[in-house]
């Protein structure tokens, strides 16, 4: 080879080499710089939206793949706007040749952004106001080509956020309000301790005439701590959630998702803003909340889950007059009505559970502010089961049971069926409720039968069917030392018409030998119907009640009906008299007889008092005198009676006598109280100085 050539080929390598080393050094300049070109380009677009922005520190790593911007921050004109500590985004190279996107992990840290609702209806994000929605324009459509590029693909595999808040607000007047309202959420603010997203959200392009949502595909695990949505105020809290976990993730196209489980802890929502300082601060909080083996299958319209576990639930029910204190109230604006649009059936979306469970320590407080004094109660260690849950099966009939304590001594026991998803509510229930203190309801005592509640313990057994619609109830109340107060009223006179003699009355008719009244009210009615009002039927189902367990209970014993068989309360209770024979004070077997039964009746009600009266009849005086001492000849014994001073009073105390034997027959041999039998003073029927045409008798009544 010449030396010509030599030259020649040492000359083309040193051309290639100052070229390989210049595309090195034009790299690397580009390397250096485009951290600084970013940092730069990102703070004039900031600028050109009116934002003053500040960005400390944009560092990118060729060989990881790693970008990175530290303290950045913004802020416009009316202080709104968004602060970053730390931006991490790292992507692998390699899968880019292959027309894939790899993003193996974000990381955000210290994030603030704000987020304004304008009153031109446009919002303002990071400071940054971005225009309204114009109509989108039709896209033209491109046909299809034969060289088209291979298709994308994206996947993401694990999102750590640190520390993040996001404040949203309206740019309207805030008013102060004693309930929470829709306006109330909107002007809030939510921050996030951590969350953490561990597996692969993935992207390819969907084959041609499928939805782009069809190449997407979802699998991992994600969890979240200590999120807290408040008022932006901070007076506030409207959810507070300690941890959120969910694991076994899988959603394939959006249209299939499955979960193992889902596991809600320490959660907290709606804070009562209540002054007072009794006022309890939300409306429901639970410990743990645990979802397992879930399935939602959007294509099928179907969802499912195997068990929905509620630990240590606390529910703080809190009434006044706006009605339940915690609960979003919507705006008193009126929604513009919208023309209708035809109804398109459409597939029912069916759902089934298989156990619903609320267990542990879990309680409800109820405060009802609606009637003074202000009424309190609790429920504690409530344990409650709803199984075999199937919207698909609206004839399927659920079983349900709850067990809870009801105050410090009460206690609900609940078991039988429901058909949550039949047309007309449907259930059967048999319900236990023992040991409540009637006490604590006094403030409803004066409200509703318009007398104060004393003292008392009630005990309830309840047979609650609902069928199709159709109440048919059957309750059995046992009241114990239960003692009430009439009050000065239209409520204790309205209840006094219903019965016909006082409550207390009519009560203490139904006490039995240990104070207890036993009362078993059945009520029935369309629940369906636009007249049924449960308060309005027992009220008159109760007084009803009342009447036919005094008439049935004492019935047995004698009781004497109106003409008709009808029996009039009002009109006073009588029993079958004692007859005695004409003139005399001998108690004969017959009599005994009914004494005994009367006897009975004192001893199973001790606080039943029986009045004993009686008249001298024409028969006793005609027994007991000759016409001539009544100055009366042969054929006038019809004739009015001239009786002297000594006849009458021999006539009254005969009428004594009897009465007396009546009471001691009854208290020597039967221990009868003597303070439950009261005796007539004198003669209930003042024309009987005339000879009263009636049988020789002593009345008996309440």
Not at 216 to 245: H, W
Not at 471 to 480: G, P
């Amino acid at each position: 080879m010449t030396s010509v050539s030599l030259d020649r080929i040492s000359a083309w390598r040193r051309r290639l080499i100052i070229g390989l080393v210049s595309i090195l050094c034009l790299f690397a300049v580009m390397v250096v710089f485009l951290p600084v070109v970013i940092q730069v380009g990102a703070q004039s677009w900031l600028s050109d939206q009116g934002i003053e922005p500040s960005i400390d520190f944009v560092g990118f790593d060729l060989y990881s793949g790693t970008l990175t911007i530290e303290n950045a921050k913004g802020v416009n004109a009316n202080g709104k706007g968004f602060s970053l500590r730390k931006l991490l985004v790292e992507i692998n190279w390699k899968p880019l040749f292959e027309n894939k996107l790899d993003v193996q992990r974000i990381e955000v840290v210290d994030f603030y952004v704000d987020a304004v609702s304008g009153k031109e209806k446009l919002l303002t994000i990071a400071g940054i106001k971005l225009p309204a929605k114009n109509k989108a324009e039709p896209k033209e459509v491109k046909p299809e080509q034969d060289n088209e590029p291979s298709p994308w693909a994206a996947q993401l595999q694990q999102v750590t956020l640190e520390n993040i808040k996001i404040c949203h607000s309206q740019d309207v007047e805030q008013k102060q309000a004693s309930v929470l309202t829709v306006e109330d959420m909107m002007a809030s603010c939510l921050s996030l301790a951590g969350m953490k997203w561990i597996g692969n959200i993935g992207w390819h392009a969907p084959d041609k005439g499928q939805p782009v949502d069809a190449g997407i595909n979802i699998v991992g695990d994600f969890s979240l701590k200590k999120l807290l949505l408040a008022r932006s105020d901070a007076e506030q809290v409207f959810t507070e959630l300690g941890e959120l976990s969910i694991t076994g993730l899988d959603i394939k196209a959006l249209k299939q998702i499955t979960v193992e489980t889902i596991a809600l802890d320490d959660v907290k929502l709606l804070q009562h803003r209540i002054v007072e300082k009794e006022a309890v601060p939300y409306l429901a909080s639970w410990k743990n909340l645990t979802l397992t083996s879930a399935l939602v299958d959007l294509e099928q319209s179907q969802a499912s889950l195997a068990d929905v576990t509620l630990n240590e639930l606390s529910v703080f029910v809190d009434r006044d007059k706006k009605g339940l204190a915690g609960l979003p109230l919507l705006s008193e604006e009126k929604p513009t009505l919208k023309s209708k649009k035809p109804t398109v059936k459409s597939t029912p979306f069916n759902f089934k559970i298989e156990n619903i469970t609320v267990k542990g320590k879990s309680y409800a407080s109820i405060i009802d502010r609606t009637v003074d004094p202000v009424f309190k109660e609790s429920l504690s260690d409530i344990n409650v089961k709803l199984s075999q849950i199937y919207s698909a099966k609206p004839n399927y009939k659920s079983p349900l049971s709850a067990l809870l304590k009801i105050g410090e001594y009460g206690q609900l026991d609940l078991k039988g069926t429901a058909q949550p998803f039949a047309k007309r509510v449907s259930i059967d229930l048999q319900q236990d409720i023992k040991n409540i203190d009637l006490a604590n309801f006094n403030v409803y005592g004066k409200t509703f039968i318009g007398h104060r509640i004393k003292s008392g313990h009630l005990n309830l057994k309840q047979k609650l069917v609902i069928r199709k619609g159709i109440l048919d109830t059957e309750s059995k109340f046992v009241f114990q030392k239960f003692q009430i107060e009439s009050l000065e009223g239209k409520e204790a006179e309205k209840y006094k018409s219903d019965l016909g003699i006082p409550l207390s009355l009519a009560l203490s008719l139904l006490r039995d030998k240990d104070d207890s009244i036993h009362l078993t009210i059945p009520v029935t009615g369309d629940v369906n119907s636009p007249d049924f009002s449960i308060n309005d039927i027992l009220a008159t189902v109760t007084s009803k009640a009342i009447k036919e367990a005094i008439i049935n209970y004492y019935t047995p014993f004698g009781l004497v009906a109106l003409v008709g068989g009808v029996f009039d309360l009002a009109a006073g209770l009588s029993f079958d008299p004692v007859v005695f024979p004409a003139g005399k004070t001998v108690l004969d077997e017959q009599a005994m007889g009914k004494l005994t039964k009367m006897s009975t009746l004192l001893s199973e009600r001790p606080q039943v008092h029986l009045t004993l009266c009686g008249n001298p009849v024409r028969s006793d005086i005609l027994a007991k005198y000759k016409l001539a001492e009544l100055g009366l000849k042969k054929g006038e014994e019809q004739k009015p009676f001239k009786l002297n001073e000594k006849q009458k009073n021999e006539l009254l105390a005969l009428v004594k006598t009897r009465t007396d034997s009546i009471k001691k027959h009854m208290v020597n041999q039967f221990k009868v109280n003597p303070g439950q039998l009261i005796v007539c003073s004198e003669p209930d029927n003042k024309d009987w100085l005339l000879g009263i045409e009636a049988k020789p008798e002593i009345a008996i009544s309440l």
